[in-house]
């Protein structure tokens, strides 16, 4: 009796799980790794970074343009869900998430497996962290559209914070600030972004 009771527990799990997933229609590609739902939320993809475009009389990044047109056509006018992590709101009031496809698709792996995106891991949202890092090592190796202009190297080394995982130039303020205890020193670029480092946006090693 009791093993029956569990397994009716277990397949009412299965429905209430798949009624509570809500399923959006992008209504708006904002950029390689952010959209706009069809509620007006804008969503930011967790675990990657893509290369910018042009805004705000900013230019834009090498292969920004690229990384938008390919998420563009990834999911606009689409259903996604969203998976959110430990915290699912950043401080600009964006939804931080994984976004799926209808037919299970990744956005956020197939961006980073496309060469559009690296990985930006920030604690504690590391989900599918390994899985997002074997993809960037597949893209790297293959030298995939950013990882053409990515890997050039700006400095004889390159400090790391084992912490944030992020890397630094030598006189970056923010890279001398490390503790010891989780300072790292890469050679070369490739190392860096190869265990899943990913470059400060204040000195852009």
Sequence with gaps: MLKYLRLAIFFVLILCSACDAQWHYVRWVIDGDSIVLDNGQKVRYLGINAPEIAHEQKPGEPFGKEALHYNIHLVKGKQVRIETDIEPYDRYGRLLGYVFLKDGTFINLEMVKAGYAHVLFLKPHLRYAK??????????????????ILLKESCD????????????RP???????????????????????????SPCRKCRP
């Design 157 to 168: 080394y390159y400090i790391g914070n084992r912490r944030s995982h992020k890397f630094h």
């Design 171 to 197: 006189y970056c303020k923010y890279g001398k600030r490390i503790s010891p205890a989780y300072r790292i020193i890469f050679n070369r670029k490739w190392d860096a972004f190869y265990q899943g480092y």
């Design 131 to 148: 899985k997002l890092l074997a993809a960037q090592q597949e893209a790297m190796q293959a030298k995939k559209n950013i990882w053409q």
